[in-house]
């Protein structure tokens, strides 16, 4: 059984572009997260889905950075335009959520962005 | 005060010691994941508790939800468990992971 799996596993972009970045998640888990690390702030979150659907968009990340979730097998989070401060590992991952408990996320190797 | 504080932000060990990390909760949370990041990034999860205590290995970890903190204790440690290790909280009012800022350890010979 494949993990979760990210593409490409680094990207470079000149200021301005945009860059979209892939996720499949482990097949048959309805939870996917997106997850940005950077030394200053650490591992923050970008986006979250539950079914598909977009249960929170990490605030502070709303105008230049957008993720979807078309079907449950593939997402893609699209960073437009590109800033400098955008350089950093993007992680995807996902969970079998079944309830209000607790549940195991698990990751991708994530993608190192790096804007200049 | 930061949701998850983890600590020490660094530990230096030589080979075969052992030492623990321990993560405060500033709010219940339903679930801990301790995580080791690799040299190319990867996060590798360690343990992912709902509660109590979970053992593999030379690695045991504890997580009291209603006491608000989490530990991993590291023993007969070895210079391939040198990394980063993050602790992350399941937040009750949602299903994010709110990150520790991580333990940099250093195994030495």
């Known amino acids: 059984d494949a993990g979760v799996t990210q593409t490409p596993r680094h990207e470079v972009a000149e200021k301005g572009q945009t860059i979209i970045l892939k996720c499949e998640p482990v097949s048959g888990h309805n939870d996917l997260f997106w997850y940005r690390q950077t030394k200053i702030q650490g591992l923050e979150l970008l986006s979250y889905f539950r079914s598909k659907s977009l249960m929170e968009d990490g605030g502070a990340f709303k105008d230049r950075f957008k993720a979807e979730m078309l079907n449950s097998s593939f997402s893609t989070l699209k960073i437009q335009p590109t800033e400098p401060k955008d350089s950093a590992v993007y992680l995807c991952a996902s969970s079998l959520a079944l309830g209000q408990g607790a549940h195991e996320q698990y990751f991708g190797p994530g993608t190192r962005l790096t804007v200049l | 005060g930061m949701p998850v504080e983890q600590n020490p932000p660094a530990l230096s060990l030589y080979e075969g010691a052992e030492s623990g990390l321990r993560c405060n909760f500033s709010?219940?949370?339903?679930?801990v994941q301790w995580f080791q990041q690799n040299h190319r990034g990867r996060l590798i999860t360690l343990f992912y508790?709902?509660?109590g205590t979970k053992e593999n290995g030379r690695l045991k970890s504890t997580f009291n939800s209603k006491e608000r903190y989490s530990t991993l204790h590291i023993k007969d440690a070895q210079l391939e468990d040198s990394g980063t290790y993050f602790c992350a909280g399941e937040s009750s009012g949602s299903w994010q992971l709110i990150f520790g800022s991580g333990t940099q350890l250093t195994v030495m010979p």
């Open positions: 508790l709902a509660q």
């Open positions: 709010t219940t949370m339903k679930g």
